[in-house]
Every structure is written in C-alpha cells, then in structure tokens.
C-alpha cells in the first residue's frame, strides 16, 4: 500500500532560525514529489515538485532535496518568517495513477517572535 | 495570479440531502480534481477529471459521488443522500497537464458540515 510518512508532527521555532521537515515514502514506481504549504483555513499552495531526476529544488526560502533510491525527501526553511507558520504536506505520486496523489498528513509549523 | 474559486465556502445540509458543489479552475488548465479533507486528518484524493471523463478515483469515490463539467468553465461534486460522515472540507484543484512537474493549484475549499 503506498504510504507518506511525515516528521516531526509538529515543530515550533523562533522567528529567523531554519527548520528541516522530513519525508519518507512507499509509493512504487515513483513518478514525482511535492511539498505543499497548507495556511489554516486555505488550500494548499505548491512550494515544489521533484521528479526522478531531480535531487534538489529551491523556491526562495524554501529547499526540497529527495533521495529516491532511501525514498526520502526534506523540506528545508531558511531564515523563517511569522507567515511560515502552516502545515507542511508531503504529496507523492505514482507513474502507473499519476493523479492518484498520496498525501502524508502534514508537519505543523509554529513560528514564534 | 489565476486562482480556483469555490462556492459556495460553507455548506449546511441535512443528512440524506444531495449537495452539490461548484469549481471555477483556473481557465487554460485541462486536469480537474477533487480532494477532501476530513477535520484533523490528512487530505485524501477522490477523482480526477480529463477530457469530460473521470481519469482516476478513489475507493472513497463510490457510486454516492459524481463529477461533471456542465458549460466548460465549472466543474462540480455531487454528493446523493449525504450521510454525517461527509462531513469534511472539500478542495477542487486544478492543473495544465498531468506530468510529474506540472503543479496543481488548489482553491480554499468547501466546508461541507451534514447535520
């Protein structure tokens, strides 16, 4: 069955300080993952995709990094904002139901002042 | 930016009511999805829409759901006979194309409370 494991939970850190949120999965064969940022409230914002072929991706303040062969992926924020404070998803997707994404069930983020 | 937009953002129906749910994707994309997200817990695919046809769905998606795109622009879930266990936020996304690196974007969701 294929599976996203998130951790931590939930993390709280001080305003400027960096974070590292994990992911490990089981979905076989691998077509692709993505980080999502999840403000209370909204929907779900993508930060990064990463295929096969792609180790490492950044969007501003926010690094994905995924080894595919240990099946594990990070989501690193640097320099952490008030505004970072949400729920942090990992999405995977398999090749053979692309659209048929598995969702872990988050890292909740608390960015204090 | 183009956003997706859902009506209406809170639902109140009575159990065994139909529900339907309405979707304005974002206006060149081409793959529509409906995503559902029990309180607390993680958010679980239902469908997903190609070319007015279901492409893929969930074990969830049985044959109390249905999804269509009546005039083009939106695309809807209906929901016969609620039950209480409906009860969740309901996320419609939206994306260009359904390769690996092509982002879906999400709307803000309908909360969908069955009394």
């Known amino acids: 069955k294929n599976q996203v494991e998130q951790s931590p939970q939930s993390l709280i850190i001080l305003e400027g300080k960096n974070c590292t949120l994990q992911?490990?999965?089981?979905?076989?064969?691998?077509?692709?993952l993505r980080w999502y940022k999840q403000d209370t409230g909204r929907g779900p914002v993508s930060l990064t995709i990463m295929t096969f072929s792609e180790n490492t991706k950044s969007n501003g303040r926010y690094t994905a990094t995924l080894d595919a062969d240990t099946k594990q992926s990070s989501l690193h924020i640097t320099a952490s904002q008030l505004s970072d404070s949400a729920s942090y998803i990992c999405v995977v997707s398999a090749l053979t139901n692309a659209g048929k994404s598995t969702f872990g069930d988050g890292t909740t983020l608390t960015v204090k002042p | 930016e183009p956003e997706v937009t859902q009506t209406p953002s809170h639902q109140v129906t009575q159990m065994g009511q139909e529900v339907i749910l309405r979707c304005v994707p974002i206006s060149n994309h081409l793959y529509f999805y409906w995503y559902r997200q029990i309180l607390g817990q993680k958010v679980e695919f239902l469908v997903s829409f190609y070319n007015n046809e279901i492409s893929e769905k969930s074990e969830i998606f049985d044959d109390q759901f249905s999804v269509e795109r009546p005039d083009g622009s939106n695309f809807t879930l209906k929901i016969r006979s609620t039950k209480l266990e409906d009860s969740a936020m309901y996320f419609c996304?939206?994306?260009?194309?359904?390769?690996?690196?092509?982002?879906?974007?999400f709307g803000d969701g309908t909360r969908l409370s069955i009394l």
């Open positions: 992911c490990n999965y089981t979905v076989s064969p691998f077509s692709n």
């Open positions: 996304a939206s994306s260009e194309g359904d390769r690996g690196n092509q982002p879906q974007h």
